[in-house]
């Protein structure tokens, strides 16, 4: 069975963080919902809704097979960087990484 590290692990933005980096993300994260296909998912923003303040547009998202949804609140993620710049360098190198 998959634990919330390993889940948080297949985000893109989190694929190459330490475990030490996953396990303070997990602390802040709501537990796993799991969709089937078919089901709407509400208010999906995806990953860069962490990090950049935009308005927030209502989105219903169709599952097209079952998906597991973790959801972030941008506060309590932004407070997260802010405690622990280790973190924040952490994941400006994998978004780095990612762009080269």
């Given at each position: 069975?998959?634990?919330l590290i390993?889940?948080?692990r297949?985000v893109r933005?989190?694929?190459?963080l ?8 997990a ?7 799991t969709?089937?296909a ?5 208010d999906?923003?995806?990953e860069?809704?962490l ?5 927030r ?14 959801r972030?609140?941008h506060?309590?993620f ?8 280790l ?5 400006l190198?994998?978004?780095g990484?990612?762009?080269a």
């Amino acid at each position: 069975m998959e634990t919330l590290i390993d889940r948080l692990r297949a985000v893109r933005a989190f694929r190459n963080l330490p475990a030490s980096a996953l396990t303070k993300i997990a602390q802040i994260a709501s537990p796993p919902t799991t969709y089937q296909a078919g089901e709407l998912i509400s208010d999906g923003q995806g990953e860069q809704a962490l990090f950049v303040r935009q308005p927030r547009l209502a989105r219903l998202i169709e599952a097209v097979y079952p998906t597991t949804v973790i959801r972030l609140r941008h506060d309590a993620f932004q407070d997260l960087l802010a405690s622990s710049p280790l973190l924040a360098r952490e994941l400006l190198n994998s978004f780095g990484a990612r762009l080269a």
